[in-house]
Nanobody, 115 residues
Framework: QVRLTESGGDLVQPGGSLKLSCKVS????????LRWYRQVPGNERDFVAS???????RYAESIQGRFTMSRDSAKNTVYLQMSSLKHEDTAVYYC?????????WGQGTRVTVSS
């Protein structure tokens, strides 16, 4: 059973920064892609960023230039460095992966951007 454990969510002021972590229970190179999504209550989960096994990173347009995804293979962890945070970045952030047609989500970590 693959486990994804997010952490790092917090209350932050507009313009501030925050770094989220997603600890994976297995070698992260077992997975073709690891992704970050976010969800506002009442809305669907939206794609934020992804990194594939080759290290190629993709971002949603809404966060391009403000968020940076990275990984540390020694720690089996992926990160989401968030900067210039806006009110609209407030959401629960989830880590996601899939393997052998099974999907795995973390429990989420809450980010609140407010003054």
């Amino acid at each position: 059973q693959v486990r994804l454990t997010e952490s790092g969510g917090d209350l932050v002021q507009p313009g501030g920064s925050l770094k989220l972590s997603c600890k994976v229970s297995e070698n992260i190179f077992n997975f073709n892609t690891l992704r970050w999504y976010r969800q506002v209550p009442g809305n669907e989960r939206d794609f934020v960023a992804s990194i594939n096994v080759g290290g190629i990173i993709r971002y949603a347009e809404s966060i391009q230039g403000r968020f940076t995804m990275s990984r540390d293979s020694a720690k089996n962890t992926v990160y989401l460095q968030m900067s210039s945070l806006k009110h609209e970045d407030t959401a629960v952030y989830y880590c996601f992966t899939d393997i052998l047609s099974r999907e795995y989500w973390g429990q989420g970590t809450r980010v609140t951007v407010s003054s």
